[in-house]
Protein backbone atom coordinates (compact mmCIF):
# COMPACT_ATOMS: atom_id res chain seq x y z
CA UNK A 1 0.00 0.00 0.00
CA UNK A 2 1.34 3.65 -0.54
CA UNK A 3 3.17 5.79 1.97
CA UNK A 4 -0.06 8.37 1.34
CA UNK A 5 -2.96 6.19 2.08
CA UNK A 6 -1.11 4.02 5.22
CA UNK A 7 -0.69 7.57 6.82
CA UNK A 8 -4.64 8.47 5.57
CA UNK A 9 -6.35 7.36 8.84
CA UNK A 10 -3.99 9.59 11.46
CA UNK A 11 -4.53 12.32 9.31
CA UNK A 12 -8.21 12.11 9.21
CA UNK A 13 -7.95 11.58 13.26
CA UNK A 14 -6.27 14.81 13.27
CA UNK A 15 -8.48 16.76 11.49
CA UNK A 16 -11.50 15.09 13.17
CA UNK A 17 -9.97 16.35 16.50
CA UNK A 18 -9.26 19.42 15.29
CA UNK A 19 -12.85 20.22 14.34
CA UNK A 20 -13.46 19.33 17.56
CA UNK A 21 -11.00 21.47 18.82
CA UNK A 22 -11.99 24.64 16.92
CA UNK A 23 -16.41 24.08 18.18
CA UNK A 24 -15.49 24.11 21.37
CA UNK A 25 -12.40 27.02 21.42
CA UNK A 26 -15.03 29.31 20.31
CA UNK A 27 -16.99 29.20 23.79
CA UNK A 28 -14.02 29.20 25.49
CA UNK A 29 -11.37 31.72 24.13
CA UNK A 30 -10.47 33.77 27.09
CA UNK A 31 -9.26 30.21 28.79
CA UNK A 32 -7.51 29.15 25.04
CA UNK A 33 -5.46 32.18 25.14
CA UNK A 34 -3.59 31.67 28.23
CA UNK A 35 -1.92 28.52 27.01
CA UNK A 36 -0.17 27.78 23.33
CA UNK A 37 -1.92 26.24 20.24
CA UNK A 38 -0.22 23.17 20.99
CA UNK A 39 -0.78 22.22 24.05
CA UNK A 40 -4.57 23.88 23.64
CA UNK A 41 -5.03 21.74 21.00
CA UNK A 42 -3.66 18.37 23.07
CA UNK A 43 -6.09 19.32 26.53
CA UNK A 44 -8.80 19.65 24.18
CA UNK A 45 -8.43 15.84 22.62
CA UNK A 46 -8.61 14.60 26.13
CA UNK A 47 -11.80 16.67 26.93
CA UNK A 48 -13.50 15.85 23.71
CA UNK A 49 -12.50 12.15 24.31
CA UNK A 50 -14.10 12.08 27.68
CA UNK A 51 -17.35 13.42 26.45
CA UNK A 52 -17.11 10.69 23.29
CA UNK A 53 -15.84 7.54 24.15
CA UNK A 54 -15.86 6.03 20.94
CA UNK A 55 -13.28 8.83 19.78
CA UNK A 56 -10.74 7.85 22.42
CA UNK A 57 -11.43 3.90 21.10
CA UNK A 58 -10.90 5.55 17.43
CA UNK A 59 -7.47 6.83 18.83
CA UNK A 60 -6.44 3.55 20.18
CA UNK A 61 -6.80 2.09 16.87
CA UNK A 62 -5.54 4.03 14.32
CA UNK A 63 -2.41 5.23 15.83
CA UNK A 64 -0.99 1.75 16.59
CA UNK A 65 -1.62 0.57 12.92
CA UNK A 66 -0.22 3.83 11.52
CA UNK A 67 2.99 3.27 13.26
CA UNK A 68 3.09 0.04 12.19
CA UNK A 69 2.64 1.04 8.57
CA UNK A 70 5.15 4.15 8.92
CA UNK A 71 7.96 1.78 10.40
CA UNK A 72 7.48 -0.87 7.42
CA UNK A 73 7.63 1.80 4.73
CA UNK A 74 10.82 3.11 6.57
CA UNK A 75 11.90 -0.21 6.69
CA UNK A 76 11.14 -1.03 3.08
CA UNK A 77 12.98 2.16 2.37
CA UNK A 78 16.49 0.77 4.18
CA UNK A 79 16.07 -2.65 2.57
CA UNK A 80 15.94 -1.04 -1.04
CA UNK A 81 19.00 1.34 -0.24
CA UNK A 82 20.92 -1.61 1.24
CA UNK A 83 19.76 -3.39 -1.93
CA UNK A 84 22.47 -0.96 -4.20
CA UNK A 85 25.63 -1.55 -6.46
CA UNK A 86 27.16 -2.83 -3.18
CA UNK A 87 25.15 -5.28 -2.80
CA UNK A 88 24.11 -8.91 -4.11
CA UNK A 89 21.18 -10.82 -3.59
CA UNK A 90 21.62 -14.39 -2.69
CA UNK A 91 18.81 -16.83 -2.13
CA UNK A 92 17.48 -20.23 -2.32
CA UNK A 93 15.40 -21.86 -5.37
CA UNK A 94 12.50 -23.01 -4.14
CA UNK A 95 12.25 -20.41 -1.03
CA UNK A 96 11.10 -23.79 1.31
CA UNK A 97 10.79 -27.61 0.36
CA UNK A 98 9.30 -30.89 1.90
CA UNK A 99 11.27 -33.23 2.77
CA UNK A 100 11.73 -36.63 2.28
CA UNK A 101 11.70 -36.91 -0.97
CA UNK A 102 14.60 -35.84 -3.09
CA UNK A 103 14.38 -32.17 -4.29
CA UNK A 104 16.83 -30.14 -6.63
CA UNK A 105 17.73 -26.60 -5.38
CA UNK A 106 19.15 -23.66 -6.79
CA UNK A 107 21.44 -20.91 -5.46
CA UNK A 108 20.59 -17.78 -7.10
CA UNK A 109 22.33 -14.85 -7.85
CA UNK A 110 20.94 -11.25 -8.05
CA UNK A 111 23.38 -8.70 -9.11
CA UNK A 112 21.35 -6.11 -11.28
CA UNK A 113 23.79 -4.70 -13.76
CA UNK A 114 27.18 -5.66 -11.83
CA UNK A 115 29.45 -8.37 -13.57
CA UNK A 116 30.54 -10.78 -11.24
CA UNK A 117 33.66 -11.94 -11.30
CA UNK A 118 34.52 -14.00 -8.15
CA UNK A 119 32.81 -15.37 -5.76
CA UNK A 120 32.88 -17.80 -2.16
CA UNK A 121 29.88 -19.05 -0.79
CA UNK A 122 29.25 -20.68 1.89
CA UNK A 123 25.76 -23.13 3.23
CA UNK A 124 25.59 -24.92 6.50
CA UNK A 125 22.68 -27.69 7.41
CA UNK A 126 21.86 -30.00 10.39
CA UNK A 127 23.66 -33.52 8.42
CA UNK A 128 21.68 -35.47 11.38
CA UNK A 129 18.51 -34.31 9.18
CA UNK A 130 19.47 -33.14 5.96
CA UNK A 131 21.89 -34.67 2.87
CA UNK A 132 23.64 -34.03 -0.21
CA UNK A 133 22.12 -36.67 -2.79
CA UNK A 134 24.22 -35.43 -6.29
CA UNK A 135 27.16 -33.40 -6.46
CA UNK A 136 27.31 -29.34 -6.66
CA UNK A 137 27.26 -28.33 -9.70
CA UNK A 138 28.38 -24.38 -10.45
CA UNK A 139 27.23 -21.83 -13.31
CA UNK A 140 29.09 -22.29 -16.32
CA UNK A 141 29.89 -18.76 -16.49
CA UNK A 142 31.99 -18.70 -14.00
CA UNK A 143 34.15 -21.75 -15.37
CA UNK A 144 36.94 -20.88 -12.90
CA UNK A 145 36.24 -23.72 -9.70
CA UNK A 146 38.68 -22.78 -7.59
CA UNK A 147 37.10 -24.69 -4.40
CA UNK A 148 34.31 -27.00 -4.48
CA UNK A 149 33.53 -29.31 -1.25
CA UNK A 150 32.32 -32.49 -3.08
CA UNK A 151 28.89 -34.04 -1.59
CA UNK A 152 30.81 -36.41 0.79
CA UNK A 153 32.57 -33.21 2.14
CA UNK A 154 29.37 -31.79 2.98
CA UNK A 155 27.61 -34.44 4.21
CA UNK A 156 30.23 -35.17 6.83
CA UNK A 157 30.97 -31.37 7.80
CA UNK A 158 27.64 -30.07 7.42
CA UNK A 159 28.69 -27.23 5.38
CA UNK A 160 29.80 -26.41 1.80
CA UNK A 161 32.17 -23.93 0.39
CA UNK A 162 32.45 -23.03 -2.90
CA UNK A 163 34.75 -20.63 -4.49
CA UNK A 164 34.54 -19.84 -8.46
CA UNK A 165 35.72 -17.54 -10.83
CA UNK A 166 35.28 -15.64 -14.21
CA UNK A 167 38.40 -15.83 -16.89
CA UNK A 168 38.88 -14.17 -19.63
CA UNK A 169 36.57 -16.32 -22.42
CA UNK A 170 33.91 -16.18 -20.13
CA UNK A 171 31.72 -13.80 -20.10
CA UNK A 172 30.49 -12.80 -16.56
CA UNK A 173 26.92 -13.00 -15.30
CA UNK A 174 25.24 -10.19 -14.87
CA UNK A 175 21.53 -9.75 -13.28
CA UNK A 176 19.12 -13.07 -12.19
CA UNK A 177 21.49 -15.95 -13.02
CA UNK A 178 21.84 -19.32 -11.48
CA UNK A 179 24.73 -19.87 -9.19
CA UNK A 180 25.09 -23.38 -8.44
CA UNK A 181 22.63 -26.39 -8.04
CA UNK A 182 22.56 -29.72 -5.92
CA UNK A 183 19.96 -32.23 -4.73
CA UNK A 184 19.15 -32.80 -1.09
CA UNK A 185 17.36 -35.22 0.20
CA UNK A 186 16.31 -36.22 4.38
CA UNK A 187 18.20 -38.55 6.46
CA UNK A 188 15.42 -40.30 8.03
CA UNK A 189 11.34 -40.28 7.59
CA UNK A 190 10.71 -37.49 9.85
CA UNK A 191 12.89 -34.80 10.24
CA UNK A 192 10.94 -31.74 11.47
CA UNK A 193 11.72 -28.11 10.46
CA UNK A 194 15.04 -27.21 9.89
CA UNK A 195 16.75 -24.80 7.30
CA UNK A 196 19.54 -24.60 4.66
CA UNK A 197 21.50 -21.70 5.66
CA UNK A 198 23.95 -19.30 4.18
CA UNK A 199 26.53 -17.74 6.20
CA UNK A 200 26.93 -14.39 4.83
CA UNK A 201 30.26 -13.19 7.21
CA UNK A 202 32.16 -16.14 5.61
CA UNK A 203 31.26 -15.38 1.81
CA UNK A 204 33.13 -12.97 -0.59
CA UNK A 205 31.59 -11.95 -3.33
CA UNK A 206 34.11 -9.30 -6.06
CA UNK A 207 32.23 -7.46 -8.99
CA UNK A 208 34.06 -6.28 -12.22
CA UNK A 209 34.56 -2.74 -10.15
CA UNK A 210 36.93 -3.52 -6.59
CA UNK A 211 34.66 -2.49 -4.00
CA UNK A 212 32.74 -4.30 -0.73
CA UNK A 213 29.92 -6.02 -1.86
CA UNK A 214 27.30 -6.84 0.91
CA UNK A 215 25.41 -10.46 0.35
CA UNK A 216 21.79 -10.33 1.00
CA UNK A 217 20.49 -13.73 1.78
CA UNK A 218 18.00 -15.61 2.42
CA UNK A 219 17.88 -18.94 3.94
CA UNK A 220 16.07 -22.20 2.53
CA UNK A 221 13.07 -23.19 4.95
CA UNK A 222 12.98 -27.28 5.15
CA UNK A 223 9.27 -28.26 6.82
CA UNK A 224 9.04 -24.95 8.13
CA UNK A 225 10.11 -21.13 7.82
CA UNK A 226 13.77 -20.66 6.98
CA UNK A 227 16.21 -19.25 9.51
CA UNK A 228 17.11 -15.85 10.15
CA UNK A 229 20.13 -14.96 8.39
CA UNK A 230 22.73 -13.68 11.29
CA UNK A 231 23.78 -9.94 10.65
CA UNK A 232 26.62 -9.18 8.09
CA UNK A 233 29.58 -7.43 9.36
CA UNK A 234 32.90 -6.47 7.05
CA UNK A 235 35.39 -8.71 6.71
CA UNK A 236 38.64 -8.14 8.08
CA UNK A 237 42.30 -9.40 6.83
CA UNK A 238 43.58 -12.59 7.86
CA UNK A 239 45.61 -11.17 11.19
CA UNK A 240 47.89 -14.19 12.30
CA UNK A 241 50.74 -13.01 11.19
CA UNK A 242 53.07 -9.54 11.85
CA UNK A 243 50.98 -7.16 8.67
CA UNK A 244 54.75 -5.52 7.99
CA UNK A 245 54.86 -8.87 6.38
CA UNK A 246 52.39 -8.23 3.83
CA UNK A 247 53.17 -6.18 1.04
CA UNK A 248 53.26 -5.90 -2.63
CA UNK A 249 56.58 -4.41 -3.96
CA UNK A 250 58.38 -3.81 -7.54
CA UNK A 251 61.84 -5.65 -7.53
CA UNK A 252 64.51 -3.70 -7.48
CA UNK A 253 62.62 -1.12 -5.87
CA UNK A 254 64.39 1.96 -8.43
CA UNK A 255 65.92 1.39 -11.37
CA UNK A 256 67.67 3.66 -13.74
CA UNK A 257 66.37 4.50 -17.20
CA UNK A 258 67.44 4.72 -19.91
CA UNK A 259 68.53 2.03 -21.14
CA UNK A 260 65.14 -0.40 -20.75
CA UNK A 261 64.94 -2.08 -16.88
CA UNK A 262 63.33 -5.55 -16.26
CA UNK A 263 61.23 -5.32 -13.18
CA UNK A 264 58.94 -7.84 -11.35
CA UNK A 265 56.03 -7.60 -9.08
CA UNK A 266 56.82 -9.19 -5.47
CA UNK A 267 53.46 -10.24 -3.70
CA UNK A 268 54.57 -11.76 -0.02
CA UNK A 269 51.92 -13.00 2.00
CA UNK A 270 53.28 -15.65 4.65
CA UNK A 271 49.62 -16.54 6.07
CA UNK A 272 48.26 -18.50 3.42
CA UNK A 273 48.12 -19.20 -0.35
CA UNK A 274 46.95 -16.40 -3.02
CA UNK A 275 43.93 -17.34 -4.43
CA UNK A 276 42.37 -14.13 -6.33
CA UNK A 277 44.16 -10.88 -6.89
CA UNK A 278 43.60 -7.53 -8.67
CA UNK A 279 46.61 -4.83 -9.10
CA UNK A 280 46.56 -1.74 -10.68
CA UNK A 281 49.58 0.13 -10.91
CA UNK A 282 50.01 3.39 -12.98
CA UNK A 283 52.87 5.61 -14.09
CA UNK A 284 53.58 9.06 -16.44
CA UNK A 285 53.34 8.17 -20.02
CA UNK A 286 54.84 11.06 -21.34
CA UNK A 287 58.19 9.82 -19.43
CA UNK A 288 57.69 5.57 -19.41
CA UNK A 289 56.80 3.19 -21.58
CA UNK A 290 56.11 -0.69 -21.42
CA UNK A 291 58.63 -2.56 -23.61
CA UNK A 292 56.95 -5.60 -23.19
CA UNK A 293 54.10 -7.66 -22.43
CA UNK A 294 53.09 -8.11 -18.91
CA UNK A 295 54.03 -12.37 -18.02
CA UNK A 296 51.84 -13.65 -15.01
CA UNK A 297 52.68 -16.50 -12.10
CA UNK A 298 51.95 -19.46 -14.20
CA UNK A 299 50.33 -20.83 -9.93
CA UNK A 300 47.77 -18.37 -10.52
CA UNK A 301 46.88 -19.52 -14.51
CA UNK A 302 43.27 -18.26 -14.72
CA UNK A 303 43.63 -14.57 -16.20
CA UNK A 304 40.59 -12.76 -15.87
CA UNK A 305 41.93 -9.68 -16.70
CA UNK A 306 45.33 -8.49 -18.20
CA UNK A 307 46.21 -4.85 -19.93
CA UNK A 308 48.57 -5.29 -22.96
CA UNK A 309 51.29 -3.66 -23.83
CA UNK A 310 49.82 -0.98 -26.23
CA UNK A 311 46.54 -0.36 -23.29
CA UNK A 312 49.17 0.31 -20.44
CA UNK A 313 51.54 3.06 -22.82
CA UNK A 314 48.12 4.51 -23.81
CA UNK A 315 46.55 4.99 -20.88
CA UNK A 316 49.83 4.92 -18.14
CA UNK A 317 47.76 1.99 -16.10
CA UNK A 318 47.81 -1.39 -16.28
CA UNK A 319 45.47 -3.66 -14.53
CA UNK A 320 46.33 -7.25 -14.03
CA UNK A 321 43.41 -9.70 -12.55
CA UNK A 322 44.34 -13.50 -11.58
CA UNK A 323 42.57 -16.64 -9.70
CA UNK A 324 43.81 -19.80 -8.86
CA UNK A 325 42.74 -22.93 -10.88
CA UNK A 326 41.69 -26.35 -9.35
CA UNK A 327 44.80 -27.89 -11.61
CA UNK A 328 47.04 -25.14 -9.52
CA UNK A 329 49.31 -24.94 -6.69
CA UNK A 330 48.13 -21.58 -4.87
CA UNK A 331 51.47 -19.96 -4.61
CA UNK A 332 52.13 -19.04 -1.05
CA UNK A 333 55.29 -17.13 1.00
CA UNK A 334 56.74 -14.36 -1.22
CA UNK A 335 55.84 -14.99 -4.78
CA UNK A 336 56.62 -13.43 -8.08
CA UNK A 337 53.24 -12.03 -9.29
CA UNK A 338 53.69 -10.82 -12.50
CA UNK A 339 56.76 -9.30 -14.80
CA UNK A 340 57.84 -6.92 -17.56
CA UNK A 341 59.89 -4.54 -19.01
CA UNK A 342 60.02 -0.66 -18.64
CA UNK A 343 61.87 1.78 -21.06
CA UNK A 344 62.43 5.54 -21.06
CA UNK A 345 60.48 7.62 -23.74
CA UNK A 346 62.94 10.12 -23.90
CA UNK A 347 66.73 10.57 -23.36
CA UNK A 348 66.21 12.96 -20.48
CA UNK A 349 62.74 12.35 -18.44
CA UNK A 350 64.34 12.85 -14.47
CA UNK A 351 63.15 11.31 -11.57
CA UNK A 352 59.44 9.71 -11.64
CA UNK A 353 57.69 6.57 -9.87
CA UNK A 354 55.68 3.51 -10.79
CA UNK A 355 52.52 3.16 -8.39
CA UNK A 356 50.75 1.23 -7.11
CA UNK A 357 46.73 1.84 -6.19
CA UNK A 358 45.78 0.19 -3.44
CA UNK A 359 42.40 1.82 -4.09
CA UNK A 360 41.81 0.25 -6.94
CA UNK A 361 43.26 -2.99 -5.86
CA UNK A 362 41.91 -6.25 -4.30
CA UNK A 363 43.94 -9.75 -2.86
CA UNK A 364 42.03 -13.06 -1.37
CA UNK A 365 43.85 -15.72 0.17
CA UNK A 366 42.85 -19.48 -0.96
CA UNK A 367 39.72 -19.60 1.56
CA UNK A 368 38.02 -16.60 0.51
CA UNK A 369 39.41 -13.99 3.06
CA UNK A 370 40.72 -10.44 2.38
CA UNK A 371 44.21 -9.37 2.49
CA UNK A 372 45.83 -5.88 3.04
CA UNK A 373 49.05 -5.70 2.00
CA UNK A 374 51.75 -2.73 1.93
CA UNK A 375 52.51 -1.33 -0.97
CA UNK A 376 55.99 -0.03 -2.43
CA UNK A 377 56.30 1.95 -5.40
CA UNK A 378 59.47 2.13 -8.01
CA UNK A 379 61.38 4.62 -7.84
CA UNK A 380 62.52 5.54 -11.17
CA UNK A 381 66.08 7.40 -11.81
CA UNK A 382 66.44 8.06 -7.62
CA UNK A 383 69.79 7.99 -6.52
CA UNK A 384 70.56 4.91 -4.75
CA UNK A 385 70.80 4.79 -0.48
CA UNK A 386 72.51 2.49 1.94
CA UNK A 387 71.73 2.39 5.40
CA UNK A 388 74.41 3.09 7.93
CA UNK A 389 73.85 0.38 10.46
CA UNK A 390 76.37 2.02 12.76
CA UNK A 391 73.20 3.81 14.00
CA UNK A 392 71.71 0.85 15.45
CA UNK A 393 74.85 -1.55 15.80
CA UNK A 394 73.92 -4.99 12.91
CA UNK A 395 71.56 -5.26 10.67
CA UNK A 396 69.42 -7.78 12.94
CA UNK A 397 69.14 -4.81 15.18
CA UNK A 398 67.92 -2.14 12.28
CA UNK A 399 65.54 -4.28 11.07
CA UNK A 400 64.21 -4.62 14.98
CA UNK A 401 64.58 -0.83 15.03
CA UNK A 402 62.70 -0.06 11.61
CA UNK A 403 59.67 -2.65 13.00
CA UNK A 404 59.05 -0.23 15.97
CA UNK A 405 59.31 3.15 14.36
CA UNK A 406 57.02 1.84 11.43
CA UNK A 407 54.55 0.79 13.83
CA UNK A 408 54.57 4.24 15.47
CA UNK A 409 56.01 2.84 19.03
CA UNK A 410 58.91 4.44 18.39
CA UNK A 411 59.95 7.91 16.58
CA UNK A 412 63.42 8.36 16.43
CA UNK A 413 63.28 8.22 12.37
CA UNK A 414 66.73 6.79 12.62
CA UNK A 415 66.19 4.01 10.05
CA UNK A 416 64.77 6.69 7.70
CA UNK A 417 67.01 5.38 5.45
CA UNK A 418 66.22 7.33 2.38
CA UNK A 419 65.30 10.44 4.19
CA UNK A 420 61.89 11.32 3.30
CA UNK A 421 60.51 12.28 6.44
CA UNK A 422 58.89 8.68 6.68
CA UNK A 423 59.64 5.38 8.10
CA UNK A 424 57.99 2.98 5.63
CA UNK A 425 58.40 -0.34 2.91
CA UNK A 426 60.85 2.08 1.35
CA UNK A 427 63.61 2.30 3.98
CA UNK A 428 62.57 -1.46 4.62
CA UNK A 429 63.24 -2.95 0.82
CA UNK A 430 66.81 -0.45 1.27
CA UNK A 431 67.48 -2.31 4.32
CA UNK A 432 66.49 -5.64 2.44
CA UNK A 433 68.93 -5.21 -0.30
CA UNK A 434 72.02 -3.97 1.77
CA UNK A 435 71.27 -6.82 3.71
CA UNK A 436 71.33 -9.75 1.10
CA UNK A 437 72.77 -7.54 -2.37
Not at 10 to 22: E, H, K, N, P, Q
Not at 57 to 78: A, F, G, K
Not at 407 to 417: A, E, R, Y
Request: with cysteine.
Amino acid sequence: MPFHQRTLPLISFFSLAYDGYMDQSLNNQQNSATQSGFFAFLQKIVSYSSRKPLFFILILLIIPVTLLSVQQTVNYMSRAQTAGDDSVNISFSPASISLPGEQTVKIMFDSRSQPVVFARVVFSFDPNKVKLTSEITTSASLSTVVIKSTMEEANSQGKALMVIASPPNDTPPTGLFEFASFSVDAVSSDVGPTSVNFDPNDMQIVYSTPKEIVPVVTNLGINGPADTPPPYSSPTPFSNVDPNLISIRFSPPSVNLPPDSPLKIMVNNPAKPLGFARVVFTFDPSKIQLTSEITTNPDLSTVVDKSSMSQANSMGKAVIVLAASPMDSPPSGEIEFASFSVGAVSADIGQTVVEFIPSDMQLLDITGQNISPQTLNLSVNSSEVTPTFSVCGTIDACYQLWKQEFSGSVNTKQTDFNKDGNVNLIDFEILRRTAFP
